[in-house]
């Protein structure tokens, strides 16, 4: 029953570098997202998508990329990356049937120096 | 813009306290409304969501919440915290058919034993 798995759990990163941040759901939800979790703003909402091949910017889409070529797959891409990502990333998915809440993953923390 | 807000950061209680923690939303139409906790170090989970019908909503480890539309509310209350329920608590919402979440900037307890 592995739900929503991210990875990695932890990065380090060198302003500049790029990588992706992997997530996958098992539970053929339509919607996923992905959030950044900063002291004392709470989760704010960087991409989201509502199916496959369809994605959408959030609140703070600055800097990182999003594909959706499958169902269960949503990664997230920093191409260059700044100070300012260091951040806890969680992904999310939820079904776009009925009244259901989020599943949310364990999170990477990231940090860029 | 739809905007969740929750009004205390930081609160320190000691065990069998009651808590009430408060949440308002700024946006009309149906609601969907949510409060997860975040224990230290891991991901978020759900403790009590609102769709409609009974404002009063009860959820896990004794949590429970009041819709109040008149006043743009869904506060958190518990009758008497626990050691165990030191963490992170977040308000979201989302429009009916909501594809993203819009979440609080959260409030940390910490139940003293």
């Known amino acids: 029953n592995a739900g929503v798995t991210q990875t990695p759990k932890f990065q380090v990163l060198k302003t500049g570098q790029s990588m992706t941040l992997q997530c996958a759901q098992d539970m053929n939800h339509e919607y996923m997202s992905w959030y950044r979790q900063d002291p004392g703003m709470g989760l704010r909402l960087i991409h989201y998508?509502?199916?496959?091949?369809?994605?959408d910017q959030g609140e703070v889409p600055n800097g990182y990329n999003v594909s959706r070529s499958t169902t269960e797959d949503f990664p997230l891409r920093l191409l260059l990356a700044a100070p300012s990502q260091t951040s806890v990333y969680f992904c999310?998915?939820?079904?776009?049937?009925?009244?259901?809440?989020?599943?949310f993953g364990q999170g990477t923390r990231l940090t860029v120096v | 813009a739809q905007s969740v807000s929750q009004h205390n950061h930081h609160v320190i209680l000691s065990e069998a306290a009651s808590l009430e923690l408060g949440c308002n939303y700024s946006y009309g139409g149906t609601v969907n409304l949510f409060w997860y906790v975040q224990y230290p170090g891991q991901h978020l989970q759900l403790l009590l969501k609102?769709?409609?019908?009974?404002?009063l909503v009860k959820g896990i480890k004794g949590f429970e919440a009041e819709f109040i539309k008149s006043k743009f509310s869904f506060n958190l209350r518990k009758p008497s915290v626990q050691w165990s329920d030191t963490a992170e608590y977040f308000c979201a919402g989302g429009n009916t058919g909501f594809q993203k979440l819009v979440f609080g900037t959260g409030t940390r307890l910490l139940v003293s034993p």
């Open positions: 999310a998915s939820r079904t776009s049937q009925g009244y259901t809440e989020a599943f």
């Open positions: 609102y769709f409609s019908g009974d404002p």
């Open positions: 998508s509502v199916g496959a091949g369809i994605t």
